[in-house]
């Protein structure tokens, strides 16, 4: 490609000719004598409408002497000028003090739609240095050069589709703690210029640190090669938004607050709580770090900063409490509350036995401890009857008395002894708790 005259046969034009010496004969690829362009007046310049954009970096100009004239026929001096508008020219190459049949000059690399050479005043052929003349004026397209990476990473999450040179668009997900990341590009060509988000970085090295807001951010890796049209790449990274709570309060019914442990912090997710069997359901209270999580508690949705629902705790068990924060994107975390419920108090203090007889009475008390279930008394052969009177540790609690039922402090009424020894039959339970606890007192009459 380096080697294709892009100006051949392409519409040329002058400041001024001698006819029939057109500027279009200066790029017919003829060198015959009498191909050439010839203007009597300086300053004076033919351009070339290279009907496209290309990039150029080799310029050649055949003077007269190219084409067989004599030597003082060569131009001493002119320039290699470029437009993008056929309106603003660039200087592009300077040729001064010339001698030699043909020029050719390599360039920095520059992009044109049109060309000219300009030939300044008093530089014209060394013969009339008034007039300008040449056999052939010829442009070289460049040879385009990379605008590949040969590698791309970034600080934090993970490029999907891995890295491919020819593929320019990739995503990432990176977490809400990450609130910026680098990004390391590096080009195939080492003389293409890179730039992140508009700023300069060196291939093979981090880019100063790119800020990420909660959802979608792109990044724009530009890289321009040596000779050719930039290309870029792009990196839409999003950020999760936050899934943590910043706090999360247990409380009872009557808004008492239940201690967790450990402590509440926003990177332990789970906890355990301890309440009473008096403590029969509980409420949570999550705050949110952001503003858009969703939380939901047992599955219903909850705001951020108000209480849940009721949550009833089974006595005697372990209520697993979910607290599940949903942020933007789909990411979540869930904090769990393990919250044990004690068993109902079931234990009797003491049991007062009021005996009674044909001409007798007489009493006694049995004392009650939390290991022993059987119990003993004694009364005379005389007593053929017992009120028993039990009294619970806890209040609400029911106890049956060989079939009657009673409150704690409440006396029976009389239940017979039969024979050498009489067993009393205790229960003690709590209403809607299945549990029992059972306790004999076996009643003897001596």
Do not use: C
């Not at 100006?7 to 029939?20: C, D, E, M, R, V």
């Not at 001409?359 to 005389?382: E, P, W």
Request: aromatic share 8%.
């Amino acid at each position: 490609m380096g080697n294709i005259n892009i100006a051949l046969n392409k519409p040329a034009s002058s400041s001024s000719y001698l006819y029939p010496y057109a500027p279009q004969r200066a790029v017919d690829g003829s060198l015959a004598t009498a191909n050439r362009w010839l203007s009597v007046t300086l300053p004076a310049w033919m351009s070339v409408n290279l009907q496209g954009v290309y990039w150029i970096d080799k310029w050649t100009v055949a003077n007269l002497g190219a084409a067989n004239w004599p030597q003082n026929y060569n131009m001493n001096g002119y320039k290699l000028q470029s437009s993008m508008d056929n309106i603003n020219w660039v200087d592009r190459d300077t040729v001064t003090g010339n001698a030699s049949n043909s020029t050719t000059r390599t360039v920095a690399p520059f992009k044109a739609s049109y060309v000219r050479l300009y030939v300044p005043g008093g530089q014209g052929i060394a013969a009339n240095t008034n007039f300008a003349s040449i056999a052939e004026f010829q442009v070289f397209q460049a040879d385009p050069t990379s605008s590949y990476l040969s590698g791309l990473t970034i600080s934090a999450g993970t490029l999907t589709p891995g890295f491919v040179k020819t593929t320019t668009a990739y995503t990432a997900s990176v977490g809400f703690e990450t609130s910026s990341i680098t990004v390391t590009p590096t080009a195939e060509d080492s003389r293409a210029t890179i730039k992140v988000n508009g700023a300069v970085v060196t291939s093979g090295q981090p880019s100063q640190a790119v800020n990420l807001n909660v959802g979608q951010n792109t990044i724009t890796v530009q890289v321009t090669p040596y000779i050719g049209d930039p290309l870029n790449y792009t990196i839409t990274v999003t950020r999760q938004d936050s899934v943590n709570l910043t706090n999360m309060v247990l409380k009872d019914t009557a808004n008492n607050t239940i201690g967790i442990s450990p402590a509440f912090t926003a990177g332990t997710t789970s906890y355990t709580a301890n309440v009473e069997f008096g403590v029969a359901s509980a409420t949570v209270t999550p705050t949110a770090e952001s503003s858009n999580a969703v939380i939901t508690i047992n599955g219903a949705v909850v705001q951020s900063g108000q209480a849940s629902g009721v949550i009833s705790l089974n006595a005697g068990a372990t209520t697993a409490i979910p607290v599940l924060v949903t942020g933007y994107g789909g990411a979540s975390k869930t904090y769990t509350i393990q919250v044990t419920r004690a068993i109902p108090d079931l234990y009797l203090s003491r049991v007062d036995l009021a005996f009674s007889g044909s001409r007798y009475s007489g009493s006694s008390s049995v004392t009650m401890n939390h290991t022993d279930l059987n119990y003993t008394a004694n009364t005379s052969t005389k007593a053929s009857s017992v009120t028993v009177t039990p009294y619970a540790e806890m209040n609400g609690v029911k106890i049956n008395v060989n079939g009657q039922e009673l409150n704690s402090e409440q006396a029976s009424t009389p239940i017979a002894l039969t024979g050498a020894s009489t067993v009393l039959n205790l229960v003690v339970t709590y209403p809607n708790y299945t549990g029992s606890r059972n306790y004999t007192i076996t009643v003897t009459r001596t």
